[in-house]
């Protein structure tokens, strides 16, 4: 079992630049998440799916757009991507409990 | 959610146990406390959860306060890849909650040799 993977890694960005972070889960899991991380800050949600067809606003999710595309995959797109998206973004999915939730290794973009 | 105050770091000698307090005085009697660690540049990991009853599992164990108004996550024998940010999280588990984590600052938890 991978867990939760995320792709890619890293990535730079120039501002106006589209680009789509992807998630996949190896789990089972109905539930997924997208929550990005700004330095020194705690995780702030952006997306959630409950289920697959289904997703629903987060937090923080202007300048964001979600895809729950299966079951397995939940991706996040950035259509015009500015300097304030500079961050970590975290993919995470729900187990049995939404609330005990798995998370991937983080996708590290920077918008210049 | 009622919301968490954690002291923002805290040191522990490495082999002895490592208690990290949270205070939730508003909580209400549907809403769970979760504790979630991050160590540094990785994803949140899971630790424990509970409602009312003291907890334990292989990684911590979740001491509740009769009132529910505090609770404390011990690590037993803290090792150094213990070293993470310690987030306590309280919310309504179930119906439209949704999992909707909410991380405040968390305490540091430094563990030395």
């Known amino acids: 079992n991978a867990g939760v993977t995320q792709t890619p890694k890293f990535q730079v960005l120039k501002t106006g630049q589209s680009m789509t972070l992807q998630c996949a889960q190896d789990m089972n899991h109905n539930s997924m998440y997208w929550y990005r991380q700004d330095p020194g800050m705690g995780l702030r949600l952006i997306y959630y799916?409950?289920?697959?067809?289904?997703?629903d606003k987060g937090e923080v999710p202007n300048g964001y757009n979600v895809s729950r595309l299966n079951k397995r995959e939940f991706s996040l797109r950035l259509e015009s991507a500015a300097p304030s998206q500079t961050s970590v973004y975290f993919c995470?999915?729900?187990?049995?409990?939404?609330?005990?939730?798995?998370f991937g290794p983080g996708t590290r973009l920077l918008v210049l | 959610d009622a919301k968490t105050t954690q002291p923002t770091s805290m040191d522990c000698a490495e082999g002895r146990a490592a208690n990290l307090p949270c205070n939730h005085s508003t909580i209400s009697g549907n809403e769970y406390v979760y504790w979630y660690r991050q160590i540094h540049s990785q994803g949140p990991q899971y630790i424990i959860h509970g409602l009312k009853n003291n907890e334990t599992n292989e990684m911590a164990s979740l001491i509740i306060t009769e009132d529910r108004k505090s609770s404390t996550l011990i690590l037993p024998h803290a090792t150094l890849r213990d070293t993470a940010v310690y987030y306590c999280i309280v919310l309504y588990a179930g119906g439209t909650s949704y999992g909707k984590l909410t991380f405040g600052q968390g305490t540091i938890l430094t563990v030395h040799p």
């Open positions: 799916s409950a289920s697959e067809g289904t997703t």
């Open positions: 995470a999915s729900g187990g049995q409990r939404q609330e005990t939730q798995y």
